[in-house]
């Protein structure tokens, strides 16, 4: 079963909350991929993404959800990782001489 779709067994609710999920989660992405973006909206868009997602685990059943104190530390975990990459890269074209 695809993440997000409802199972046979789920109760009504349960579909109309994760239909309703899926819809917002297609929306936030729709935007997050608009040109021109407000760079300090972009994070806030990207972290109700993430806790959407989380939610539709959470109401599906599909696997044990994060709380929210766990989704935000990973999220950060990965927004610290993505940076020490990113200056990992700079540094490498700085001292390799490759103009960005």
């Known amino acids: 079963m695809p993440p997000g779709q409802p199972s046979d067994r789920a109760s009504r609710g349960q579909r109309v909350q ?9 929306q936030l992405r ?6 021109g973006v407000d760079p300090e909206a972009r994070p806030h868009l990207e972290q109700a993404l ?3 997602r989380e939610a539709t ?3 599906g059943k599909i696997d044990r959800a994060r709380t ?9 975990v990965g927004k610290n990782l ?3 990459i990113d200056q990992f890269c700079e540094d490498q074209k700085r001292g390799s001489g490759i103009n960005p």
């Open 82 to 84: 993505t940076q020490r």
């Open 68 to 76: 929210v104190t766990e989704l935000i530390k990973d999220l950060e």
């Open 18 to 26: 994760l239909r309703s999920l899926e819809k917002i989660a297609t």
């Open 57 to 59: 685990t959470a109401v």
């Open 50 to 52: 993430a806790h959407v």
């Open 30 to 35: 729709s935007t997050l991929h608009l040109n």
